[in-house]
């Protein structure tokens, strides 16, 4: 029974130990035991809070990505208290012993020890007798400040990850004159500008697209910080970005913009963008209930249609015919609107907040 407690002990220790490496040290999307289960886990629970909320939607999905990384810290913790504990407990009373008195044998005993070497205080009334319980006592207290100084980086890494993400979602929704429309950005982006100065505007922009893939790839608990204002969203950052690369492949004119359709910089954005998408839908759980929704083909028409006429009326060069310039548009929205949809549902928005 004794070798079995400690065993269980050894094991959360393990586990808890385990996460926080693949989380804080080597933070890719792909590594983690625990703590995109703990996300989700929060994050559904938000869901079905608002269910019965709609009016408080966006107010009460604000504080999801906060509660999130406040519970992992916790689990953490949890697992490496409870484990120590487990480790501890068969110890009280000979290996163990308080400095006055009977040496108390119950659990809460050895949580009150664990605790107190784990959180760096000492070791209480309690002190341990033998060289082995000494050396589990240092190793706590090491492993506590350890852990400590790691999630308090962690955090500080996060929160500044997401202030670049802000920044990014803040700049595209100022270029778009507060309209979030695909097309205004493009035609700011064109308008007035040589094909030079063009470059550098698309460099810079695939450029803090490229920032973005990465930090998701590092953090990707940022997909459950959701704000209440729309722009902001992570999926209308990405709308936004690669749908005007769609635009600029198929409503500029091929001869005049050549060089930015087939430039480093359009090409990164295109393939940036999916790469994006596509990390983020794997982290999106299969058995979400809530179905992905589009407008359609006949809305991605009209809204090309539209943008061709905004650019035209800018004295933009468009192409020469508007039907294969369509065709190439549905064709290439194909290719990014479905996984787009499945993140806007998942991140609790209504389209109409996305798309313009």
Same mark, same amino acid.
Not at 18 to 30: Q, Y
Not at 209 to 217: A, I, K
Not at 228 to 245: G, K
């Given at each position: 029974?004794? =070798?079995? /407690?400690? $065993?269980?002990?050894?094991?959360? %220790?393990?586990? *808890? &130990?385990?996460?926080?490496?693949?989380?804080? +040290?080597?933070?890719?999307?792909?590594?983690?035991?625990?703590?995109?289960?703990?996300?989700?886990?929060?994050?559904?629970?938000?869901?079905?809070?608002?269910?019965?909320?709609?009016?408080?939607?966006?107010?009460?999905?604000?504080?999801?990505?906060?509660?999130?990384?406040?519970?992992?810290?916790?689990?953490?913790?949890?697992?490496?208290?409870?484990?120590?504990?487990?480790?501890?407990?068969?110890?009280?009373?000979?290996?163990?012993?308080?400095?006055?008195?009977?040496?108390?044998?119950?659990?809460?005993?050895?949580?009150?020890?664990?605790?107190?070497?784990?959180?760096?205080?000492?070791?209480?009334?309690?002190?341990?007798?033998?060289?082995?319980?000494?050396?589990?006592?240092?190793?706590?207290?090491?492993?506590?400040?350890?852990? =400590?100084? /790691?999630? $308090?980086?962690?955090?500080?890494? %996060?929160?500044? *990850? &997401?202030?670049?993400?802000?920044?990014?979602? +803040?700049?595209?929704?100022?270029?778009?004159?507060?309209?979030?429309?695909?097309?205004?950005?493009?035609?700011?982006?064109?308008?007035?500008?040589?094909?030079?100065?063009?470059?550098?505007?698309?460099?810079?922009?695939?450029?803090?697209?490229?920032?973005?893939?990465?930090?998701?790839?590092?953090?990707?608990?940022?997909?459950?910080?959701?704000?209440?204002?729309?722009?902001?969203?992570?999926?209308?950052?990405?709308?936004?970005?690669?749908?005007?690369?769609?635009?600029?492949?198929?409503?500029?004119?091929?001869?005049?913009?050549?060089?930015?359709?087939?430039?480093?910089?359009?090409?990164?954005?295109?393939?940036?963008?999916?790469?994006?998408?596509?990390?983020?839908?794997?982290?999106?759980?299969?058995?979400?209930?809530?179905?992905?929704?589009? /407008?359609?083909?006949?809305?991605?028409?009209?809204?090309?249609?539209?943008?061709?006429?905004?650019?035209?009326?800018?004295?933009?060069?468009?192409?020469?015919?508007?039907?294969?310039?369509?065709?190439?548009?549905?064709?290439?929205?194909?290719?990014?609107?479905?996984?787009?949809?499945?993140?806007?549902?998942?991140?609790?928005?209504?389209?109409?907040?996305?798309?313009?």
């Amino acid at each position: 029974m004794i =070798f079995l /407690l400690q $065993l269980v002990g050894t094991a959360l %220790v393990l586990v *808890a &130990l385990a996460d926080i490496f693949l989380t804080v +040290l080597h933070p890719r999307s792909e590594s983690n035991l625990l703590s995109m289960l703990v996300a989700r886990v929060v994050w559904r629970l938000f869901r079905v809070v608002v269910r019965g909320l709609p009016k408080r939607r966006d107010r009460i999905l604000s504080y999801a990505g906060a509660t999130i990384i406040v519970t992992l810290i916790g689990v953490w913790i949890l697992l490496l208290l409870i484990g120590f504990t487990l480790i501890v407990w068969p110890g009280l009373g000979t290996a163990i012993q308080t400095s006055q008195g009977k040496t108390p044998v119950d659990f809460i005993t050895a949580l009150y020890y664990a605790g107190f070497s784990l959180t760096t205080l000492g070791t209480g009334d309690l002190s341990p007798q033998t060289s082995t319980h000494r050396f589990l006592m240092v190793f706590k207290s090491f492993l506590g400040f350890s852990v =400590f100084t /790691l999630v $308090l980086s962690y955090v500080l890494a %996060v929160y500044g *990850a &997401l202030n670049s993400r802000n920044t990014f979602a +803040l700049s595209l929704h100022h270029r778009t004159a507060d309209t979030a429309h695909s097309a205004e950005l493009l035609c700011r982006f064109v308008m007035g500008s040589d094909l030079s100065t063009l470059h550098q505007d698309i460099g810079n922009m695939a450029q803090a697209l490229s920032s973005l893939l990465e930090l998701n790839n590092s953090y990707p608990l940022l997909l459950y910080f959701r704000y209440r204002q729309p722009h902001y969203a992570l999926a209308r950052v990405i709308y936004l970005v690669v749908d005007t690369v769609t635009l600029i492949k198929s409503a500029l004119d091929r001869d005049h913009y050549g060089p930015i359709i087939q430039s480093i910089g359009t090409t990164e954005i295109w393939y940036g963008g999916l790469h994006l998408l596509d990390g983020l839908n794997r982290q999106i759980p299969s058995s979400q209930q809530t179905s992905p929704r589009d /407008l359609g083909e006949a809305f991605w028409l009209d809204h090309y249609y539209n943008a061709l006429e905004q650019l035209k009326s800018l004295g933009i060069k468009t192409t020469s015919d508007p039907e294969a310039g369509a065709s190439v548009y549905i064709s290439m929205r194909h290719q990014w609107a479905p996984s787009l949809a499945r993140l806007i549902a998942y991140t609790d928005y209504r389209p109409s907040e996305i798309y313009r």
